[in-house]
């Protein structure tokens, strides 16, 4: 393989390329990302075998071929050389010669062939998405996914498409975030996609102008943004039914500010926090909602303003799953749903059915 | 106590005093901050009693008294309340009610008499410094004090002011930082202050827009900026003769461009990492420096143009010793004075006396 290329169009390509590789790998040739120098285009590869993530770069190609270089010495490698001409050669015995400038490296590399395939994947079902609509989706529900490996289908978001709109939905045991948007594909789609995956791909569209499409097979689904594809296994098992935790009856409805209701639930955390499970106490009554907490080191009590429709109710939270869900809502003014202090708490943008977050409340003895 | 005060003035004097505050004391009572309203002024005080910061502001004092709050909680609590005018108010039982727009705190404080005093100290001889000149002696030396505590004295840097001159001097047995300034004052002093209170005091000048006054006892130094006064035991102890170490004797003179000896030799580094000792070699000769390093995985080899006066050599270092020396330089051009291959080399900016970093060779087998 001989190549030569601009310093900072490499540059670019590796820093996507190596989302898809872990820096905790067993297999040591995960932690290289494969080169191929086919016609007029360099195309690189990262992978830990559940993602892959595959980019593709125009240049100088004087010998087609493939190597495997360790990602994060070439990366920083190639981030440390002027912005230049740099060329690349591997000889017969996998040694790569990197010069730029007054630079040259040798560098021991890999052979290819030991590098794992990606796998082919024949399409079954594909639609195209804005990068800013994709984005938002995953923004807004990835931070509910589950953490922990308990429920391995919870560490993943539902992706469902039903009548021409796409839903998102992730869901931890505690609190549940919903995004709909509309799209212009009719066929129904039902995928578990890990929470990484949906990480890497809401960075990489961020890097691209391009809209993006996605394509599932029965086992994995594939992201292609311009010259960048992200393949991934999907989660398999059973998703909640998410439809029969979101209620639509309520008897208190509470209109309030975005901002304000996160300052004050913010303020309040701060003594929460000192004590367990980081309680927050909501009485909601009239025209204000009192928001109170306690610890050994003292209390709390904030008053903001609403508008309710229905009845007076007082409630407990932990403030993170409060704030998470105030955080991830963009309009000034919350609608907040609420039943009893044992039913969950509804949360929405104010005369907005797209974004729904849902948080149990913590019972009080 | 009972004051009012706006978040803003509050605030930012809370994060001047905070950086007195360690968050490893095991006396409680030094977790927190001392207030204390005295006139129209409020005097807020950190100290881990090695180092003690305090400062004042103004404010509308209702009632004069003192108190002692968690640093942290107290600090969150202000910093996220709205900029607007805070009341605060410590009753007979040491609680303290914190009043801002619709939130209102009840926080346990502390009894201020059960707060350190700081040392009553009789400045014996003072002198001015501008912000900036005080700033870069820090930058441009503190980085060489020793960061084990094996020779305590190490962990501190020297002040000496001879002949209208100061000049702050570290040194860790490996490499030398030395930088001298004019200042308009004719005493002579001798004083090793800890590493810890030089980086307090470059953090807390960039905050305040005074000249500093440098004051100093048989063992303290007090640095007044402002508001603000910094007060710091000093080292005991005999620091070395670094005048000693400094020769001015040298068979090789090379200069060399600041910017692209620190790219080379960072570049150098990547390959040195993977080895021992981050060593890199130094091959000056004629009209170039070329510089290699290598380790399992490859080499690298690098030249960049010099101006070479005196005899060619070849020198190994630590990469890191010799780029933290050129990261403090801050001309274009750097010179570098070496004897031979055991001896250290000396680094400067061009044409300028006022600033010599030394680091030692590696000896190779």
Do not use: W
């Not at 066929?187 to 993006?212: F, G, M, Q, R, Y």
């Amino acid at each position: 393989m001989k190549i030569s290329i601009q310093q900072n169009t490499l540059s670019k390509a590796i820093g996507i390329v190596q989302r898809g590789v872990s820096s905790r790998s067993t297999l040591p040739i995960l932690s290289g990302v494969l080169l191929r120098a086919i016609n007029d285009e360099l195309i690189l590869t990262g992978t830990d075998l559940e993602l892959g993530i595959e980019t593709k770069v125009k240049c100088n190609v004087i010998e087609e071929g493939s190597i495997v270089l360790t990602s994060k010495l070439f990366g920083e490698v190639v981030r440390k050389l002027p912005p230049e001409e740099i060329s690349i050669e591997a000889d017969m015995e996998n040694n790569v010669h990197i010069n730029c400038g007054n630079s040259k490296f040798n560098i021991v590399g890999q052979p290819y062939e030991e590098y794992p395939q990606l796998p082919e994947l024949d399409e079954e079902k594909s639609f195209h998405i804005s990068k800013e609509l994709l984005r938002s989706m995953i923004k807004q529900t990835i931070f509910a996914t589950a953490q922990d490996e308990t429920r391995p289908i919870l560490t993943g978001a539902l992706m469902e498409i039903e009548k021409s709109e796409a839903s998102l939905i992730a869901l931890d045991g505690y609190r549940l975030a919903l995004k709909k948007v509309k799209i212009d594909y009719s066929e129904d789609i039902k995928v578990v996609i890990p929470a990484k995956t949906l990480s890497e791909v809401s960075k990489i569209v961020d890097e691209d102008e391009s809209d993006v499409k996605i394509s599932t097979t029965e086992n994995h689904i594939i992201f292609s943004a311009g010259p960048t594809v992200v393949t991934s296994r999907l989660l398999e098992g059973q998703f909640l039914n998410y439809r029969d935790i979101i209620r639509s009856e309520y008897k208190t409805k509470a209109v309030v500010s975005t901002k304000e209701l996160q300052s004050s639930i913010e303020r309040a955390s701060l003594l929460a926090r000192e004590g367990k499970n980081n309680l927050i106490k909501l009485d909601i009554s009239d025209d204000t909602v009192v928001i109170t907490s306690n610890s050994e080191i003292g209390d709390v009590y904030e008053s903001i303003p609403i508008k309710l429709e229905g009845d007076n109710i007082q409630i407990a939270f932990n403030s993170k799953y409060i704030l998470d869900g105030i955080k991830a809502i963009e309009s000034e003014e919350i609608e907040l749903y609420l039943t009893s202090n044992v039913n969950p708490c509804i949360m929405k943008p104010l005369n907005d059915e797209s974004y729904t977050y849902l948080v149990l409340p913590v019972r009080l003895a």
